[in-house]
T-cell receptor
Framework: GEDVEQSLFLSVREGDSSVINCTYT??????LYWYKQEPGAGLQLLTY?????DMKQDQRLTVLLNKKDKHLSLRIADTQTGDSAIYFC???????????FGSGTRLLVRP | SQTIHQWPATLVQPVGSPLSLECTVE??????LYWYRQAAGRGLQLLFY??????ISSEVPQNLSASRPQDRQFILSSKKLLLSDSGFYLC????????????????FGPGTRLTVL
């Protein structure tokens, strides 16, 4: 079945890099997404990667996809206090109307 | 540009009372619409989705129901709230997949925080 897992919590110091990991079980996904949720707000798309790509870089964000291990990661370079939020990974499938979300990783950036 | 609205923003209701949460989308037509619930400190649970007027798919059994009376309006309801219905309710939309191809980014509303006492 479909299952997406993330670690629940990550704490980093301001200026360091953050790496948030995600594993999934269904390898038929077409796109994988990273969403950010700030306190008391809805989710906003940060970035996405097509399933036939290995890496995507977008300014401070780097997404790595290892299809063999079904592992997705989000690296945030030079992490700032404004990056403190919950980060969700999600799988999308071309034949489905649904996204399958992970449980979210709470990132805390310490000054 | 497209906009998604949810109201109310916050709601405190007693156990056993009815519920109606509304979500509307502007700037697009024939969207797919979704209701999610996020319990405190937990991930997203998909409750309902709709691919058209009057078409509702339920993901989990519960005392909630959803309706789509108009193309860009999605309503979440309950006849009698339970304590376990407390949470943060998020509405989302995505383009009609027939037009969007394989890419189906979901756009989320600001959410409604429901507290059942």
């Amino acid at each position: 079945g479909e299952d997406v897992e993330q670690s629940l919590f990550l704490s980093v110091r301001e200026g360091d890099s953050s790496v948030i990991n995600c594993t999934y079980t269904d390898s038929s996904s077409t796109y994988l997404y990273w969403y950010k949720q700030e306190p008391g707000a809805g989710l906003q798309l940060l970035t996405y990667i097509f399933s036939n790509m290995d890496m995507k870089q977008d300014q401070r964000l780097t997404v790595l996809l290892n299809k063999k291990d079904k592992h997705l990661s989000l690296r945030i370079a030079d992490t700032q206090t404004g990056d403190s939020a919950i980060y969700f990974c999600a799988e999308g499938f071309g034949s489905s109307y649904k996204l399958i979300f992970g449980s979210g990783t709470r990132l805390l950036v310490r000054p | 540009s497209q906009t998604i609205h949810q109201w109310p923003a916050t709601l405190v209701q007693p156990v056993g009372s009815p519920l109606s949460l509304e979500c509307t989308v502007e700037g697009t037509s024939n969207p797919n619409l979704y209701w999610y619930r996020q319990a405190a400190g937990r991930g997203l649970q998909l409750l309902f989705y709709s691919v058209g007027i009057g078409q509702i798919s339920s993901e989990v059994p519960q005392n909630l129901s959803a309706s789509r009376p108009q193309d860009r309006q999605f309503i979440l309801s309950s006849k009698k709230l339970l304590l376990s219905d407390s949470g943060f309710y998020l509405c989302a939309w995505t383009s009609d997949l027939r037009l969007a191809g394989l890419y189906n980014e979901q756009f989320f509303g600001p959410g409604t925080r429901l507290t059942v006492l």
